[in-house]
């Protein structure tokens, strides 16, 4: 093999690495919020666009429920549900253990059906981040995994092979 095969095999091994070191990064910085006391939640539908687009990812931190108010963004679970990320339109009731918030996605026309209770802390959305959770997504699916591996794996491989072969072949002398 030519020394080009060779070049050509580090390049490879190369941009294998910067692809694997791109998606390190990018799940260095989404759950890096969780060693400052955040939560990372992605977000699935267009309810709260433009503020926090589909794929984004959402930085939340826990306050108590009575400090916050109309304007602030919340995540909260309702029983049996998947959690809901909208906005605060009115606090209905508030107590010395929960707050009674009615809520909207950004992009609804309409509040939420029900007002939304809480007691103790609840989630507030500090910032979105576009796209970022559409990588996550993707880097948690086993098909990722198992390509991340494969392409790490066949670049070492395939700079070994063109490698060993461009190597002189030395005998051992006998005496």
């Not at 826990?62 to 909260?76: H, K, L, S, W, Y």
Request: glycine residues 8%; hydrophobic residues 55%; aromatic residues 6%.
């Amino acid at each position: 093999m030519s020394a080009q095969a060779v070049t050509f095999a580090h390049w490879i091994r190369y941009a294998a690495l910067v692809v694997a070191l791109g998606f390190a990064l990018a799940i260095g910085l989404a759950f890096a919020p969780t060693l400052f006391g955040r939560e990372v939640m992605v977000v699935t539908t267009g309810s709260m666009e433009p503020w926090a687009p589909v794929g984004s990812i959402v930085i939340t931190r826990m306050v108590d429920a009575r400090t916050v108010g109309v304007g602030d963004v919340i995540t909260f679970r309702e029983q049996g549900a998947m959690p809901t990320t909208h906005r605060i339109i009115e606090v209905v009731e508030r107590d010395a253990s929960s707050s009674t918030f009615l809520t909207k996605g950004d992009a609804n026309e309409d509040a939420d059906p029900a007002p939304v209770r809480i007691v103790g802390s609840v989630a507030v959305g500090e910032r979105a981040i576009p796209v970022l959770g559409r990588i996550l997504v993707a880097i948690r699916s086993p098909l990722a995994f198992l390509a991340l591996a494969l392409l790490g794996l066949s670049s070492a491989a395939l700079e070994r092979a063109l490698v060993s072969s461009v190597r002189p072949r030395v005998r051992p002398m006998l005496t």
